[in-house]
Each structure stands twice: as C-alpha cells, then as structure tokens.
C-alpha cells in the first residue's frame, strides 16, 4: 500500500572558506573601443560565475552587459583566486570585480573629465554613455572616453581589486572565532509516497525557499536550487559509494552501477527567492552553491516519518532501509528506548552499542 | 538597463549545451604522450618491492615514474594553515587505500600505457584494514598511522565548540532526545573526469591545462611537489566541466608534469570513469550522534554532539571539514549551550574531500533529524518548533558570531504560504527580528555569557 507524508528541514550555511584567509583578485582594463576585458582566476564549473561576475562590472561600470568580456582562462594574465568552492565565487570574487570595476570607474571619469574640462565628481555613466549630472546632454561614450585615453591622452583605463578576510583562528576550547563572511538561509518542504511493500519512496513535489541576500541572476540561482535539489535527492535516497558501509564491498565504479537521480525522478519543484540582503555581499549578495543539496534529505526523512511512522537516519533512505524499519516497527522494536526522561534513539548504531567500553567516544554524550 | 538582478542567459550557456565548449580532454598537442596510473589493489598492505624495468623496456614505453622520482612527494593542501602534510603523492612503502597511486606510465598512445601498467612488479605484504571509524579507539583496531587513527587539533585530538552551561541545561530539561545519524559518501559524479596536459616550453615553463577548480591552489601545489617555483608554471583552465569539490585536491597534474619533464614531451592523462569514481575522493561517511535538551513547551537549551569524520586514508581537508561542522550544529537555530566534539578519523576507505555543502550537509541532515524528532516527542507541530527556536538577528552562532542577517524565520514562512501549511496566529504572524517579550525567554538573555576566550569551566569538559 502506499502513503503519503510531508516533510520540512530548515537549514543555514556560510559564504567563503571557513575561518577566511581566502583572497581573491581581479583586474579591469578597457579597450580603446569601450569594450571591457575581466581578468580574474575564478573558474566557472559550470554554474554561471562568469555571468554573474560580468553583470557586476557591467553596473559598477555603468556600461551594458554585452560589452564586458570575463576571462579566467590561465595564470598569467588572471590575478590570484583561491579557488571555486567554499560558496566563495560571488561573494569574494565578486568583491573583487566590483572593486576593480569601481577603480577603472574612476580612471573612466578622471580621463572625461580632462577631455569635457569637467571635475569628474561632476560625471556619472550609465549605459555606456559618461554625462554630467544635471545636464546629461553633454556627454561622451565610454568608447569615446577610452579612445581619447589611448590616442590623446596616452593613458590605459584600468582598475585592479581584490577581497580577503583575514584568517580567523578559532580558540580551541571554545572555538569562538569569526569564520564567515555571511550566512544564506533556506527551507525545503517535500511530499512523499511511500510504497509499504516495496520500501520505495517517491518525492512528489518539492516546494523549497531560499535567501540568497540579493539575486543578481535570478536564473542562475533557480538553477543552483534545481541541480542542488537533484544532488539532495541523491543523497536522500540512492547515492552511496558503499552500499554496504564500512564494507567497501559493491562499490560501483561506472554510472551504470551507481544509483543516481535521473529526471523521470525529479519532482514538481517550486523555488522562492527570499531577498534579505547581506551588508557587505556584492549589491547584497549572500550565496547559493552548496547549501543547494543539504535540506532535501533530512525533508524526506521527516517526510517518510510522516507517511509510514518509521524514522530512517540513514542517508540514503533505501528500500531496503525503510523495509527494514517497517519490520522493526511490525516486531515492535522501532520504538526509542525510554530512560527517565531520555528518548533513545538508534541504539542499534550508536557507539555506545559498537564502541569498546575503554574508547573515548563513549564519554562525550554519555547517554 | 540594470545587468544586476536580470534574468540573463548564461554567459558560455549556449556552448556548453551544444558541445562547442572546449574541456581539457580535447585538447591535445604536437607529439603528446599518454598517460596512466598503477594503484593499489589493496585496502592496507606493506610495500616490499616496487621494479619498473620490464615496463620501462616495453616497446612504446617513454617514461615510468614512482616515489623515487619526484623531488618532494609528500605536500599538504592545508600547510599554511598549520595541517601537518601526510599523504605520498605516490605510495612509498606502504598502501592505505584500495586504488592508491603507485606508478604512472607515459607511452605512445593510451593502449600501449595500459598494458604497461601489468608490467610493473609490485610485491605486497597485506595487512588488515581498518573500516569502522566508531572504533577507531578500541584496543584491538588495527592502526592507520604510528601515532593512531585519529588526527590531532593541537592541542587537542578532536575540534571543540563549548558555549553556555551545558550539564545545567540538561538537568533543567524536561525531556532529552537522543539520535544517531549516518550519512553515506557519495560521488561529487561530474560528467567530466579529472584530467590534465602538461606541455613542456621551449623556454623552460611548463603550461599546465587542467580541469581544476582552483587553478592558484594547483599550482602551489604542483610547484610544491615539482620543487620548482610557481611563476615557472602557467595553469591553463577556467572552464570545468562539473566539480562539486572534487576537483580541489591535485590529481592528474604531478605525475603528468613530472613525465613531460622527464620524456621533454607533451603528456596527457585523462582518468577513466572508473578511476574517477573507485580512486578519486569521494564525499565523507560522517557518525554524528546528537543529544538535545528541550523544555516541555519546546525551547532548546542545550545540546551535545559527538562527531566522526571518515577522512579516509589520508587528512586532505578532513580536518577543516570537521572544523566547519563543528561550527554549525545549532543549524538554523539558537542553541544556548553546546559541548560539541568532532573527531577526523583516519580508516583505510579512499581519502575523502570536498562535496557541495562540505562538513555541513552531514551537520544539517543531524541536526533536521533532530528537530522532526524533537517535536514528534514533544506532540509540537515541527514547524512551530522550528519557529520557535530560530535564528533571530543579534543571536549568536556557536562560534559567537553575531547574527545579523538570519531568515531562518522568513524561509519557513515562505514555505509555509507557499503549500499552504497553517501554522497558529503566533507563529505565521512572528517576525524576523531581535527578541524582546516572549521571543526572549531568560535562556537566551545573555547569549555572550561566555563568549570571552579560553572560558576555563567550559574548557574543562
């Protein structure tokens, strides 16, 4: 027979590599047509960093979009990134490109201002297009401005930047330390049927909210939300190296012969985007990438909880693991243990049960 | 028009969907060499001879290399962070995981490489291995290192966070709630497998195309293990097919540089599928337990948690993995009191590394177990649980870190609107912002009580 469940996990993550100590640097120069080259070492792994980063130069600099080329290519002409990963590439790469860009800004206007005999407090771009404020008929393109650099004036708009938090090391008995740059937060509520014969879960729907601070492509962070649900059902429900851990026997070494989710499993999926911006992100940006696949599992294990009343906390919640709790739960031996006032639960796994009595691990929750 | 905050398309989008996108293994160049891997058949074993010569003897043979060829081989990815370095780039005397480098071949096309491979002698002394990380104290395991199976935070051999009074907040508990949680490794599977070319230049430099996803941490790296300086490498990449953290660690990149050092040719080295997923490092198995301490009207006042990381054969970035837990098992809540210890256990599964959510998916899948079973024990609807314990700005994380931008509240409701989930007058109507009334009960009065460092009575524990 089949039921259905609902369940919810709420969750949180940082942005940048814990405790910092992760710098990233760019560099901007504009080509003597106006069209802009961003050198920086963040890779694109396919998730779109490269866009958003050209988004943010192309509003620092208030020149269009198209305009801006993003080049992360190799070592010698891209300053120093850190790496991808750590949730890093928007927040401390994109502080880096928004600096850059805001110094090649002031070069843009500096080298205006000599060409128009302006004060360049008195100018403004946007669009491509550098004006005076209050009276935007005089103006000149950016084109126009770094042609003017290159043949007149004999100069190159550039701007460099970089971001760095310094490392924070954290006090070893305490561990108080200040280890991130922001905090994104998200909720993930996902409907399940559970089939009682089979121990097969199905996700039918998935309806999920995140604060990302403030979108700069909201495209992009739906499709972080999407392939990290993907990644989330995965461990949720089928993906394990070691089937049979800590036994390494069955490991699968092809696609063929390792489960993971496919589309015909992908549920109804529904994103929000909940804007609360981080004071000190790029245009208020948090980030999205990782803690993209952390709150499905822990929804449809409450949610498997609520369909059928076992409790599976084991990742991934296999047939053969909700099959076996279901027994558990027929013979009677699913319930936790009361001791006092203490609801024990899994003992079967804990090393309280598999520890010898002279290890360590027993002492430190001592229940 | 505002670039910031439209919908536009990606950037290399359309090239990646219609397979004009370039990724290192389409590149290749002028009298290229390819490359493979020797690795270990077995979990644990002692190395008693290594001999290369029928190899190397082998017609279309250009290059073996092992231990005794590369000038530094044992480099740690976190030395400048104080992470002592313990992993060979190439086994040398020893084997600690089934799939461990032991020789690379350069030949004249992948065939030739392959089938020298069965030509290298290796003689193995196995040994017992050591797989259940829960038992990495017990006397009869066996040992990973010398010094034991467990690595060691100085001063420490496990990583803490201690805040607030923790065995007061569980004598004034009414209820205390007590789970075990085991989530499994995984692959970080990209589409694309690691690889590299490294290409030998007429002025010395070698230009390194690669599919890492930190192209500065490689070449440190890489300029490490070659003992060379960094400015005499040039990373050529940017663009990867797919990572999820498991392109971080160094892989391909050594033993094919140190190839096209020592044959002065262009040496690939793609891994096949199989290679990536049994040899390449793979999400960690985390054991967390977890003991709450909850009120009967369902505030959380304290916790403790004890926490096993399988780092596998080797440390990588297993200890900044438990580090990072560590600082986040309140999860999306505040937590007054907390005595957390979170243990890198070293075993002979393969080295794990980074995956997509690294330390904290294992922390938030224990921690939301918790919350859904906290309420189940309390008959509260979990939704309201979760509301009433959240994250609220000026809270403080475990690490003391004030809060100033949380939506742990926001998020719930959204979702909450959004199925259409009715939650009571309270708690659809609560805001997200700093407690006054009954959002501040005396438990959370003085979150800072304890926040200054090296809090002897908390150290004590």
Known sequence: MKHRGRGLAAIEYPTGMNQGGDPSQAWVKIKPDGRVDVFAGTVDLGQGSKTVHTQIVADTLGVPYETVNMDVSNTDSSPLCTGTFASRGTFIGGLAVLKAAK????????????????????????????????????????????????????????????????????????????????????????????????????????????????????????GQIEGGAMMGLGLGLLEASYPHYPSTEGRGGEFGAYLMPGLPDFPEITSVIVENPSADGPFGAKAIGEMANNAQGPAICAAIHDAVGVWVPQQPATPERVLRALHAKATGAGEPRRDGKTVIFDEDVSVMTLADESSVFRDVIGV | MKAVGARLPRYDGLAHVTGRTQYVADWSAPGMLACKGLRSPHHSARIVSIDTSRAEAHPGVRGVVTCKDIPKNVVGHLEALGVPADEPYFADGEVRYKGQLIAGVAAIDEATATAALDLIDVVYEERTPFLDIRKAFDPDAPKITEKGNVFFYDPYDHRKVTKGDVDAAFEKADVIVKGSYRPSAIEQAPIEPQGCLVVPESDGRLTVYTCTQAMYFTMGVLAEHLQRTPGSLKLVGGTVGGGFGGKVDSASEPCAALLALKTRKPVRWIFTREEEMLCGSVRASWHVEMADAISKDGWLLGRKVLTLHDAGAYTRFSSYGATKHSFHLAGAYTVPALRTRAYVVWSNHVPTTAMRGFGVTSASFAIEMQMTRGAHVLGMDPWEYRLKNANRPGDLMPTRKVLEDPSTIDTIQACAKAVGHPLSATYAEMKNEGRSGEWLPDHLRDQAADAKLGDPQGAAR
């Open chain 1, 103 to 222: 110094k090649a800004k002031e070069k843009m206007l500096e080298i205006a201002g000599q060409a128009m005999e302006i004060a360049p407090a008195d100018l403004d771009v946007e669009d491509g297009v550098v004006f005076v404020k209050g009276s935007p008929d005089k103006k000149m393109t950016v084109g126009e401005v770094s042609a003017a650099a290159t043949w007149g004036f004999g100069e190159l708009i550039t701007g460099t930047g970089a971001h760095l938090k310094a490392y924070s090391m954290p006090d070893p008995d305490t561990g108080v330390c200040d280890p991130d740059h922001a905090i994104s937060y998200a909720a993930c509520v996902v409907d399940v049927e559970v089939d009682d014969e089979t121990g097969t879960v199905t996700v039918l729907s998935m309806v999920q909210a995140y604060d990302v601070g403030h979108a700069i492509n909201p495209t992009l962070v739906e």
